[in-house]
Structures are given as C-alpha cells and as structure tokens.
C-alpha cells in the first residue's frame, strides 16, 4: 500500500505484479473500494504479465473524504476523478497504463482517456455508459437499490450491503452470499462513509455527456455489459461501443451488475486481448 497525492486528493493505493510488466489502472464503481477488486482477479490479471494498480477513488476507502470541505470543494464531476487517476499514474512514474473501469470507473476511465489521451494504452468500460440521457438507466430493481436509505448499526449495514449486492447481482449465475458479506465487512470495518458515496452519485449527475468526445478515442478498446443489468442498463454498453469506432462489444449472457466468478476467466481474455492489441501497436 502507498498513498499518492494529487492535487485535490490522497488516494490509498496498492499495486500486484512487476514494476517492469505492462501497467494496468483498474478503476472502482459507485461507493466501491480498491479490495472490492477481488484479490484472486487482480492477481489473476498480475499472472498475465501486467503491474496491476488498484485504488481507492476520492470518497471511498481510505481516501480523502469530501465532507465539510467548503467553498463548493466538496463538490465534483467525474472529469475531476478523471484527473486524479491522471495524477495518480503520474505519481507512480507510470507514462502509459492500459485502463479498465467499472460501472462509475468506467465513466472516469472514459473521462481519463479523454482527457489524458497520451497517458491510455488501451481501455476496458465494463457495465458502464456514456453519460447520454435515456441511455445505460437502472430499471425499477437498480432504482430501488438506489433509494434504500442506509442503516446505522453495524450488523444492519453489513446486511444492508449484502441485499443491495444480491438485488444487482447476475442472475444467471449463483450469489456468493458468503463472499460478500465478508467483503461488506471488511469494506465496513476498513472505512464507512455513505455521504462520500452520495457525493460520487453527485458527480455522475452533474458530469457531461461523453458521446461525441468518445468518437475521438483511438486507443483499442473492450466494451463488456451484462445483458440483465438492473442497475446500468445494457444500452450504456452498446451505447459506449458504438461511439468509440473500432471498439469491441462484449454482451455477457446472465450477467448482472457484478463480476461473477464463472465469468472471470472470459473477462481476463478479453481484457487481455483488448490490452494486446496495444501492445501490438507500440511494438
């Protein structure tokens, strides 16, 4: 673990694999934490040659907090965590990563690749979307999870982050309810901030369409979307690859709004594949 300081923030950060394998951002969804990466992923990703660096985004985890900042400070866009991740790279003596994001990480992957155009090898948006209004919109279940009001007790909000987990999970696969109320514990007992994560949903809000920008991306890119997401709805995905010009779409059959186990093998080759074709081209 190390700690990088950008210009708005400190962000907690960890990094897996070789500093001299090819280097690999990922980046966390709405109120997630570096370790809501699995473990086993990550290193799964390190054993494929990458120098894999995973953090926690402001607002979360052991990152700054926003809260009572003041003089509007504690307001942000998604742009403004584009530049952290920037900065971040920076910090670490990093020129150039290959960039993977989910759902809010994959808006601010699209943002950095934007924005820090010279700094992205490659890009992977997962059950993400553009930021264009009507596309990539939670259905009735997504909308629910987003208007449970958070518990205060420590045993409620940890079965308060299993239900919502379960509620946006895969149904086309089994719910590791074990895993993660581990991880809801661990994510608790490490930091618990649930305005940070109300914060984060401001920034979505309030942050530009990226469509037209998007066409401007050159870098190769992987799209991957569940075709049963409550949260994010699969035109986002479709709706990302098709503004990015020879990007790749990847529609997975049953997934949800997570990253079940049984697909990790799939979504390693095809973030993979994606980051070699990079590679093919600075070769």
Request: proline content about 4%; hydrophobic content about 35%; glycine content about 8%.
């Amino acid at each position: 673990m190390v700690r990088i300081k950008t210009q708005q923030a400190e962000l907690e950060v960890e990094t897996y694999g070789r500093r001299d394998d090819s280097p690999m951002l990922l980046i966390e969804g709405l109120g997630g934490q570096l370790i809501s990466w699995n473990e086993k992923f990550v290193r799964s990703l390190a054993a494929r040659n990458f120098f894999v660096i995973r953090f926690d985004n402001r607002d979360s985890g052991l990152s700054t907090k926003f809260v009572n900042k003041g003089n509007n400070e504690d307001k942000y866009t998604i742009e403004n965590m584009a530049d952290d991740a920037s900065q971040l790279l920076d910090r670490l003596g990093v020129t150039q990563s290959h960039v993977v994001g989910v759902s809010m990480g994959g808006m601010i992957a699209q943002a950095l690749t934007i924005r820090h155009p010279n700094q992205v090898m490659s890009l992977c948006s997962i059950m993400s979307t553009t930021g264009e209004k009507g596309v990539g919109m939670p259905h009735e279940q997504g909308y629910n999870v987003l208007s449970l009001k958070p518990p205060t007790t420590r045993e409620e909000i940890i079965e308060y982050k299993v239900t919502t987990s379960k509620m946006i999970s895969s149904p086309g696969y089994d719910f590791d309810e074990e895993y993660h109320r581990d991880l809801a514990t661990r994510e608790y007992e490490r930091s618990y901030e649930p305005d940070g994560l109300i914060r984060q949903l401001m920034a979505i809000l309030v942050s530009e369409d990226r469509t037209e920008s998007l066409k401007q991306v050159s870098v190769p890119t992987a799209v991957i979307h569940g075709d049963s997401d409550p949260l994010v709805d699969v035109s986002g995905g479709i709706a990302t690859s098709k503004a990015v010009k020879n990007s790749t779409l990847h529609i997975l059959k049953g997934m949800g709004h997570d990253l079940p186990q049984p697909l990790w093998g799939e979504i390693i080759d095809i973030i993979a594949q994606n980051a070699s074709r990079a590679q093919d081209n600075f070769s």
